[in-house]
């Protein structure tokens, strides 16, 4: 069993930054590979990026690369998502998962966060 803890949502202007944790306790985190989703109202839940368990590999999906940049830190059980650049069309709940592999969809993944609002406005 994996617990995730998303934190560093909230409101920013365009243009702006954030970055979004994803604390994670139970089993060997540093064995298991992350991923960042995010859904907007009425949209269904769309990847964002991944990462795997060694910080080796990463992926993202084209409307966040070159802004969005993940990054793990294993000593600390934690997942960041640093946010750049922000657009609007970037609003939405974030959710971090782990999964045994870093792809893009979500039902390879075993355990998700609880959801964290980004929403990027003026």
């Known amino acids: 069993q994996v617990h995730l803890v998303e934190s560093g949502g909230g409101l920013v202007q365009p243009g702006g930054s954030l970055r979004l944790s994803c604390a994670a306790s139970?089993?060997?985190?540093?064995?298991?590979?992350m991923g960042w989703f995010r859904q907007a109202p009425g949209k269904e839940r769309e990847f964002v990026t991944t990462?795997?368990?060694?910080?080796?590999?990463?992926f993202y999906a084209d409307s966040v690369k070159g802004r969005f940049t993940i990054s793990r830190d294993n000593a600390k059980n934690t997942v960041y998502l640093q946010m750049n650049n922000l657009k609007p069309e970037d609003t939405a709940v974030y959710y971090c998962?782990?999964?045994?592999?870093?792809?893009?969809?979500?039902?390879?993944?075993?355990?998700w966060g609880q959801g964290t609002q980004v929403t990027v406005s003026s």
């Open positions: 990462i795997s368990w060694s910080g080796g590999f990463t």
């Open positions: 998962a782990a999964g045994r592999n870093p792809v893009v969809t979500s039902r390879e993944y075993d355990y």
């Open positions: 139970g089993r060997t985190f540093s064995n298991t590979a």
